[in-house]
């Protein structure tokens, strides 16, 4: 069974100040990696897909990275509108279509 | 918008009662997954179409549930004799291939 886990749950960072969040994971053969970016009482926002290890994506102050076991989301000068929660989500060989979400990391950024 | 919509946004019903949510998936998109989400919570899977075909199905997805996706085109959730425990948000999202999904804003459910 996928599993992930997202760290740390909460992150409070004053503007400008830059940070990790991490989501490791177990699946059975990766078949993609997923950010989305949530704001509250709305639907996730997609922002990157990662495959393979070795692979990088950046968008804006956003550059997310892919090993064997971990990903992270590193969040560069942040701005008080980067506020929200974001989700990871993995999608496996044994999976079929489904993706499965670690709980979020909830990142506050005061101005 | 050519996002994908979802109808209605909030729906509050008493123990007991069905109801009925509706998702537009991006119209190229042939790929369709509902997701519950809980407050604190990531979402979890409860199903997926291609096309029209559902192809599968959570195991939370109790006997209670039922979607369809008539001509591969917008989906339909229902909810029988719907309990407390079912209050949460209901999301759609689609995709096209096994590219990352996209998904609507939900639908908020609230049993009293």
């Known amino acids: 069974e996928d599993q992930v886990t997202q760290s740390p749950e909460a992150l409070r960072l004053q503007e400008g100040e830059s940070s990790s969040l991490n989501c490791s994971y177990t699946v059975s053969g990766l078949r993609g990696l997923f950010w989305y970016r949530q704001d509250p009482g709305k639907g996730p926002e997609f922002l990157f897909t990662?495959?393979?290890a070795g692979e990088e994506k950046e968008k804006e102050r956003l550059k997310a990275t892919l090993t064997k076991k971990e990903s992270f989301l590193h969040i560069t000068a942040p701005k008080p509108e980067d506020s929200a929660t974001y989700l990871c989500?993995?999608?496996?060989?044994?999976?079929?279509?489904?993706?499965?979400f670690g709980e979020g990391t909830q990142l506050t950024v005061n101005p | 918008d050519t996002g994908v919509s979802q109808d209605p946004r909030h729906k509050i019903t008493k123990r007991g009662q069905n109801v009925t949510f509706r998702c537009d998936p991006i119209s190229e998109h042939n790929r369709l997954y509902w997701y519950r989400q809980t407050l604190g919570q990531g979402p979890e899977f409860l199903t997926y179409f291609q096309n029209e075909a559902q192809l599968e199905k959570s195991r939370l997805l109790s006997d209670r549930f039922s979607a369809e996706r008539p001509k591969g085109s917008f989906s339909t959730l229902e909810i029988q004799r719907t309990e407390q425990g079912d209050s949460a948000m209901y999301l759609c999202a689609s995709s096209s291939g096994g590219a990352g999904a996209f998904f609507g804003q939900g639908t908020r459910l609230t049993v009293v």
């Open positions: 990662l495959y393979s």
């Open positions: 989500a993995v999608r496996g060989e044994t999976s079929g279509s489904r993706l499965t």
